[in-house]
Structure formats: C-alpha cells, structure tokens
C-alpha cells in the first residue's frame, strides 16, 4: 500500500504551501498514527511532524514548530501538512507516512507515501 501525497511546489521564502496525503481508494488509515518526513540533497530523512490517530496529540520537530501545523480529517481520510514562513532550509522532498502505533522519530512507519517536493527559493 502506498499513500499518496500532493501539494509541493516552488515557493519564495515565507510563503506558504499545504501537502495532502491520502490512502489509495478503498483503504482507511483512521486507526494509523500519521506523519511527514522529509530529505534535503544529500541528508538522511528526517522525522518533521505526526498526528495520533484520534487526532489528539501533534508531535513536530523543532525546526518546525510554530511554522507547521498537521492535521486529519478521517472523515475525508487525509491528512495534511500546512507550512508557513517556509525557509530555503525547508527544501526537501516530503513523504507522508502511516504507523499502527505511535510514529516519530526513531519509530518507522508502517507504510510510506510518494514524495512531492518542496522547494522554497531565497
């Protein structure tokens, strides 16, 4: 199973863009933890943000916090990564991702999406 994210794109700096990540038709992810990670050229990846499947805690890391906010709607099975005041170090090719159990850093996921890339220009 693969998620299916969309969104990315080129931007100028503190600009903001939205990612979406769904499912592939007839699968639910409403009892999957849900996140995004994401690799700049030449990193590891990098944990950036998770969502519990209640939707009830939020976890991000801290080059993000206060600039990103995730969220989902299980209603419309999707989840969605908002980015605000976008930074050129914010560049990287953004994978959603889906663990039966908490998911963080550290913690892989179960299923990977798709990446789409960001980039954001200086």
């Known amino acids: 199973v693969q998620l299916q994210a969309s969104g990315g794109g080129l931007v100028q700096a503190g600009g903001s863009l939205r990612l979406s990540c769904a499912p592939p038709?007839?699968?639910?992810?409403?009892?999957?933890?849900m996140g995004w990670f994401r690799q700049a050229p030449g990193k590891e990846r990098e944990f950036v943000a998770s969502?519990?499947?209640?939707?009830?805690?939020?976890f991000y890391a801290d080059s993000v916090k206060g600039r990103f906010t995730i969220s989902r709607d299980n209603a419309k099975n999707t989840v969605y990564l908002q980015m605000n005041s976008l930074k050129p170090e914010d560049t990287a090719v953004y994978y959603c991702?889906?663990?039966?159990?908490?998911?963080?850093?550290?913690?892989?996921?179960?299923?990977w999406g798709k990446g789409t890339l960001v980039t954001v220009s200086s």
């Open positions: 038709s007839g699968r639910t992810f409403s009892s999957y933890d």
């Open positions: 991702a889906a663990k039966r159990g908490r998911l963080g850093p550290g913690l892989p996921p179960d299923y």
């Open positions: 969502i519990r499947w209640t939707g009830g805690s939020t």
